[in-house]
């Protein structure tokens, strides 16, 4: 019983882990490495294998009619730039997951979408 215990949480422990939703997709990362400059950008390999950065940011996208302020204050976020009348851009606090966050801030029902801002590196055509 005890070996079959330790199994199962082992295995919910492997399961675990920050992910990101991709043209209705579950695309599972894993941290790379963080940028040793100002800029704050983490980095990440999805399942893929592509590398993907992200800012310390979350793009927000209001329900029309409803405001998105008791959501984020019950995610103690404060630093809000608005992109547009249902659009926000806001800041993650430094300790919090961002892609935890954004999963919790998706399920509110103010929130009609909630993602991190992603860095695409930029390729010449």
Do not use: W
């Not at 998105?68 to 630093?79: F, V």
């Amino acid at each position: 019983m005890r070996k079959i215990s330790l199994l199962m949480v082992l295995a919910l422990s492997l399961q675990a882990g920050d992910f990101y939703y991709e043209y209705g997709k579950k695309v599972m990362i894993t941290k790379s490495y963080e940028s040793r400059d100002s800029s704050g950008i983490k980095y990440y390999e999805n399942s893929l294998g592509k590398k993907i950065g992200v800012k310390d940011e979350i793009i927000i996208k209001c329900v029309e009619g409803k405001s998105c302020q008791d959501a984020l204050k019950r995610y103690n976020i404060i630093s809000v730039s608005r992109l547009s009348p249902t659009m926000l851009l806001v800041k993650v606090p430094k300790d919090e997951n961002i892609f935890t966050l954004s999963q919790k801030l998706y399920e509110d029902s103010s929130i009609e979408f909630a993602h991190p801002n992603f860095i695409k590196k930029r390729t010449r055509r």
